[in-house]
């Protein structure tokens, strides 16, 4: 896939990795729609570059899920990346990421399904497209076994079978994620840029991989441009 001129939406793109995300993404000449939850976040966020529009979504509430995908159909239907970082509706606390309402995190994680079956029917018909569900990497971090048993079997499930019905569409990419190692020590930014690659870099794939490398991705960033990014 080529790496800039894309037309990519992420959900939760204004937190954690997503944020990270929407930042590179932008800066390499792609143009990113963003979701939130949080208006500040997303008014910074937008203001940052041209290449970043916003839209709030609270991807627990299904109703909201279906305004998102109406808009995004009507207004961005040149997007051909998917790339879904819901589940963000977590605490910071001392003892790590604390589950305020299990019941919406369940939701938020699952709405990718939802949207990921929506926009699917055009995004397969794009030269170059992508699916990437960080749902699976992301739960190892919130340390709540109900809701990852029950989301992750869900989840894995599903991508599976978008997987397999894709191999009749070689123009989408859904990628695997097993070579993303994450946990509690991850920095965000670094799990962006490996992200990065797994959209742009179909060679370097699977747990048996050598380690990642960016030195085939042209990224036009720099501490001036993004001081956020780096530390």
């Known amino acids: 896939m080529k790496t800039n001129k894309n037309s990519i939406l992420i959900t939760g793109g204004n937190v954690g990795t997503g944020l ?3 930042r590179i993404l932008s800066a390499m000449g792609n143009r990113v729609i963003a979701t939130g939850i949080d208006k500040r976040s997303l008014a910074r966020l937008e203001a940052e570059s041209p290449n970043i529009t916003v839209l709030f ?3 627990s509430d299904s109703r909201e ?3 998102l995908l109406d808009k995004v159909e009507r207004c961005f239907p040149e997007v051909n990346v998917f790339i879904h970082n819901g589940g963000q509706l977590y ?3 001392e003892n790590g990421r604390v589950i305020a309402d299990p019941g919406r995190i369940e939701a ?3 709405s990718g399904i939802t949207i990921s079956e929506t926009l699917v029917a055009t995004i397969k018909k794009k030269r170059q497209s992508a699916i990437i569900d960080l749902s699976l990497p992301t739960l190892r971090l919130l340390r709540h076994e109900d809701v990852d048993r029950r989301v992750r079997h869900v989840i894995g499930s599903y991508m599976n ?3 397999h019905k894709m191999q009749r569409h070689p123009n989408v990419d859904v990628p695997r994620l097993e070579n993303l190692h994450v946990d509690h020590t991850c920095d965000p930014t670094m799990l962006a840029f490996r992200i990065t690659e797994t959209l742009f870099n179909r060679k370097k794939r699977g ?3 050598h380690p990642l490398s960016f030195s085939n991705v042209p990224l036009p960033l ?3 441009q993004f001081p956020n990014l780096f530390f």
């Open 222 to 224: 720099s501490r001036h």
């Open 65 to 67: 899920v279906e305004a």
């Open 207 to 209: 747990p048996t991989d």
């Open 161 to 163: 079978i978008l997987r």
């Open 108 to 110: 938020a994680f699952l």
């Open 91 to 93: 605490l910071e606390t």
């Open 57 to 59: 979504c609270d991807l």
């Open 20 to 22: 990270h995300l929407t």
